[in-house]
């Protein structure tokens, strides 16, 4: 005869089903004490990645503004804008600016005229600092239908924004071919 014997399961006294108000408080703690750590951090970070975009939108802006003078063979220009139709005065890159065609009379002359815009990037922020400076006036850089620069030597483009640290900031500098080096260099 066959015989089966059943087994008896242990029942424990009662099921535990989350955690302990103690258990939470200790794992809140923690918590608090990390973020408060690493909230300066974060911030220093984004900081400093802001300042390397601004850098960077802008040596895209010049790029673009070489290459569209070169591809419609006539002048192009960019400036400083704050309405994104219209150049702004020198010293007003940190309120955006725009890539247009210029028909002015010449390479060499001394005030853009504004054609046709052609692309405009807004504001970077009111934190933004960007100082633009070149032999002749520095609201606005020409390039000619070759790609070189109408009407300096050289142009130098530096960028940040107010609290990056370290080498997040950006110097551009454009020689007098159009060619343009982007190099990191000190908040």
């Given at each position: 005869?066959?015989?089966?014997?059943?087994?008896?399961?242990?029942?424990?006294?009662?099921e535990?089903?989350?955690?302990?108000?103690?258990?939470?408080?200790?794992?809140?703690?923690?918590?608090?004490?990390?973020?408060?750590?690493?909230?300066?951090?974060?911030?220093?970070?984004?900081?400093?990645?802001?300042?390397?975009?601004?850098?960077?939108?802008?040596?895209?802006?010049f790029?673009?503004?070489?290459?569209?003078?070169?591809?419609?063979?006539?002048?192009?220009?960019?400036?400083?804008?704050?309405?994104?139709?219209?150049?702004s005065?020198?010293?007003?890159?940190?309120?955006g600016?725009?890539?247009?065609?210029?028909s002015?009379?010449?390479?060499?002359?001394?005030?853009?005229?504004?054609?046709?815009?052609?692309?405009?990037?807004?504001?970077?922020?009111?934190?933004?600092?960007?100082?633009?400076?070149q032999?002749?006036?520095?609201?606005?850089?020409?390039?000619?239908?070759?790609?070189?620069?109408?009407?300096?030597?050289?142009v130098?483009?530096?960028?940040?924004?107010?609290?990056?640290?370290?080498?997040?900031?950006?110097?551009?500098?454009?020689?007098?071919?159009?060619?343009?080096?982007?190099?990191?260099?000190?908040?």
């Amino acid at each position: 005869m066959l015989c089966i014997q059943a087994r008896k399961v242990p029942v424990m006294a009662r099921e535990q089903r989350g955690f302990t108000l103690i258990e939470l408080m200790v794992t809140i703690a923690v918590l608090a004490i990390l973020v408060s750590i690493a909230g300066p951090s974060f911030t220093s970070m984004i900081n400093n990645n802001r300042s390397a975009a601004v850098g960077e939108e802008l040596a895209g802006a010049f790029n673009y503004a070489r290459s569209e003078a070169v591809k419609r063979g006539d002048r192009v220009s960019i400036c400083a804008s704050s309405d994104g139709a219209t150049c702004s005065a020198a010293g007003t890159w940190s309120q955006g600016w725009i890539v247009f065609t210029d028909s002015a009379a010449t390479d060499i002359a001394t005030t853009p005229v504004v054609n046709a815009v052609l692309r405009r990037w807004e504001a970077p922020g009111g934190d933004a600092a960007i100082a633009v400076t070149q032999t002749a006036a520095t609201n606005f850089v020409r390039y000619t239908r070759l790609g070189t620069l109408g009407r300096a030597n050289q142009v130098t483009v530096t960028s940040s924004v107010s609290g990056c640290t370290g080498n997040a900031a950006r110097t551009i500098t454009i020689g007098p071919a159009g060619l343009i080096n982007v190099a990191r260099s000190a908040c």
